[in-house]
């Protein structure tokens, strides 16, 4: 977590770019139950993916990836710790509206895939 925050702060945009795309599919990961989220605060995270997403100096593809993984984390902590994900994204729109645009419109994608993770693992829907 700790090394992908600073090469997102590097000024080369292929490390942007690999740090975004990491944290994403850790992300990921976390959302669809695969793996537990150790020694980072989730909610607090979301706080520095914002000021990535609006810092001039992050390559647009880093951003592109952060915006999903802004998306996959609303929608994972939109039930504990984060109940007003899409009332944040929707305040985020008035300084970021591209980025916050991206991310309510990513949500279905994200629940989708959680929900199918859900329903293939579950013994309960097994034929």
């Known amino acids: 977590?700790?090394?992908c925050q600073q090469f997102l702060s590097d000024p080369d945009?292929?490390?942007q770019f690999f740090a975004a795309q990491t944290l994403y599919s850790k992300v990921?990961?976390?959302a669809r139950g695969y793996e537990e989220a150790s020694g980072i605060d989730l909610r607090n995270f979301v706080s520095g993916l914002q000021c990535h997403l609006g810092g001039?100096?992050?390559s647009p593809?880093?951003?592109q990836r952060l915006v999903l993984a802004l998306a996959a984390l609303a929608v994972?902590?939109?039930i504990g710790t984060w109940r007003g994900a899409v009332a944040d994204l929707l305040v985020l729109s008035d300084q970021?509206?591209?980025h916050a645009w991206c991310a309510?419109?990513?949500i279905p994608e994200q629940l989708s895939s959680v929900v199918h993770t859900y329903v293939k693992t579950d013994k309960r829907t097994e034929a």
Do not use: M
């Open 1 to 3: 977590w700790i090394i």
């Open 61 to 63: 593809q880093a951003k």
């Open 28 to 30: 990921q990961q976390i």
């Open 56 to 58: 001039e100096a992050t």
């Open 104 to 106: 309510l419109v990513g």
């Open 96 to 98: 970021q509206p591209q």
């Open 76 to 78: 994972h902590l939109c």
């Open 13 to 15: 945009q292929n490390l």
